[in-house]
């Protein structure tokens, strides 16, 4: 029973457009939420979180938006770069356990 | 800050062999995980720890054991390897309780059981 779900394998856009990663997940517990971004042969490193109480937060290029009732988050990447290309993995935590569960990632391409 | 440290890198292992993944963190972490990396399943959660002398399963922890004696040290033991043990595995720490659930992770092991 996969609780956090990324249902697109793959992304490709060109340099300067919008990158749109889009996560689901299935436990309503869940109450943060974060975004790691993962090159070959090195751990994933952190991007990006959001905790269940907001619906949105900025850093710099990236923004997270949560939609609780949809049970659906997404990370929008703009301008995207050639550098951002990695695996970007979501996950999901509930406080009680401090569990956090990954989906299966998003392979993202940028295009010179 | 060395962070998350893993050994070995690399690992091979004849199936019905046992190993033991070291993992070390030297940031005062009270909360350590291990995950597997496999294509198409992306990070599972085999087995974590809030703390020392308490230790908990994740999503798949059949196969594997681990104990949390010191905050430091959190060992991942497989058994008795199968090849379906064949995994990329990570470890990871974070602080727990406190409002930041930002988990840091080390650079991995590539297991490959025969």
């Known amino acids: 029973d996969q609780q956090v779900k990324q249902n697109s394998p793959s992304l490709s856009v060109q340099e300067g457009r919008i990158s749109i990663l889009n996560c689901d997940y299935t436990?309503?517990?869940?109450?943060?939420f974060l975004w790691y971004k993962k090159y070959p042969a090195e751990g994933p490193t952190f991007l990006i979180s959001i905790s269940s109480i907001k619906d949105k937060n900025e850093d710099g290029r990236f923004t997270v938006f949560l939609n609780k009732s949809a049970k659906h988050l997404s990370l929008h990447i703009v301008p995207s770069q050639p550098g951002d290309s990695a695996v970007y993995f979501c996950a999901a935590g509930s406080s009680n356990t401090g569990k956090l569960i990954f989906g299966q990632g998003t392979t993202l391409q940028v295009k010179p | 800050n060395a962070g998350v440290t893993q050994t070995p890198k690399f690992q091979v292992l004849k199936t019905g062999q046992s190993m033991t993944l070291q993992c070390a963190q030297d940031?005062?972490?009270?909360?350590m995980s291990w995950y597997r990396q496999d294509p198409g399943m992306g990070l599972r959660l085999i087995h974590y720890?809030?703390?020392?002398?308490?230790?908990d399963q994740g999503e798949v922890p059949n196969g594997y054991n681990v104990s949390r004696s010191t905050t430091e040290d959190f060992p991942l033991r497989l058994l008795s390897a199968a090849p379906s043990q064949t995994s990329v595995y990570f470890c990871?720490?974070?602080?727990?309780?406190?409002?930041?659930?930002?988990?840091?992770f080390g650079p991995g092991t590539r297991l490959t059981v025969t």
């Open positions: 720890s809030v703390g020392a002398g308490i230790t």
């Open positions: 990871a720490s974070s602080t727990y309780g406190q409002g930041s659930y930002e988990q840091y």
């Open positions: 436990n309503s517990m869940f109450d943060y």
């Open positions: 940031m005062n972490h009270e909360y």
